[in-house]
């Protein structure tokens, strides 16, 4: 079975310009989460999807979005890019929501680099 | 709020040598608690985990942490390291109830030498 997977690997994009992440989930995972790591850091909590449902927020500003489709896969936006949101965007796969010991399965990523 | 402090942001050590990763969190109530590992250009592997019962928990690739509540601790140990386990360690941080956002610390880069 095929992991987490996500798209595009790479991306490079100038100030200003809005982008879309995308993530397939692990077959029969139902819940999506997508997580931010800058150079040096630990990833931090963007977004919680369960069926479709926004389940959970972090701190982050109105210019990041996400949704996650039948099909769960899903899509993090981000728009009007500052250089600050170069990082390493995770999604993170689980078979259901919301208790805090479910194990979660990371994708590789997608390295966002704002020029 | 949830926080995870990592102390130590790079240790070396030598192949066959032992290691012990060091975690403290904050939490209100008892936590669950992860081991991450992150190779270069790779997401994260939970290597083990705790929520409940014996405070010594196994994990992956030998590897095992000690949950002490006194010390708000969850060290990382591992008795033999392998050149293979030259990574990127994070210890993260769960509420154990409502959604399921994970506090992750700063991270721990091990370096193993011959």
């Known amino acids: 079975d095929a992991g987490v997977t996500q798209s595009p690997t790479h991306l490079i994009k100038t100030r200003g310009q809005q982008v879309t992440l995308r993530c397939s989930p692990i077959?029969?995972?139902?819940?999506v989460s997508w997580y931010q790591q800058v150079l040096g850091q630990g990833p931090q909590f963007i977004f919680q999807?369960?069926?479709?449902?926004?389940?959970g927020r972090g701190n982050f500003p109105d210019r990041f979005s996400a949704r996650q489709f039948p099909n769960y896969s899903s899509e993090l936006n981000v728009n009007a890019l500052l250089l600050g949101d170069s990082a390493l965007y995770l999604c993170?796969?689980?078979?259901?929501?919301?208790?805090?010991?479910?194990?979660?399965?990371f994708g590789s990523g997608t390295q966002l680099s704002v020029l | 709020a949830q926080s995870v402090t990592q102390p130590d942001i790079h240790i070396t050590v030598s192949e066959g040598a032992s290691l012990e990763l060091r975690c403290n969190y904050s939490y209100g109530a008892t936590p669950y608690l992860f081991w991450y590992v992150q190779s270069p250009g790779q997401g994260l592997q939970l290597l083990l985990k705790?929520?409940?019962?014996?405070?010594l928990v196994q994990g992956i690739k030998g590897f095992e942490a000690e949950f002490k509540r006194s010390q708000s601790s969850f060290n990382l140990r591992k008795p033999s390291v392998h050149w293979s386990d030259a990574a990127e360690y994070f210890c993260a941080v769960a509420p154990s109830g409502g959604y399921q956002k994970v506090t992750f610390g700063i991270g721990t880069k091990l370096q193993v030498i011959p």
């Open positions: 999807y369960y069926e479709k449902e926004e389940r």
């Open positions: 077959s029969g995972h139902k819940s």
């Open positions: 705790y929520f409940s019962g014996d405070t």
């Open positions: 993170a796969s689980s078979s259901s929501p919301g208790q805090g010991a479910e194990k979660l399965f």
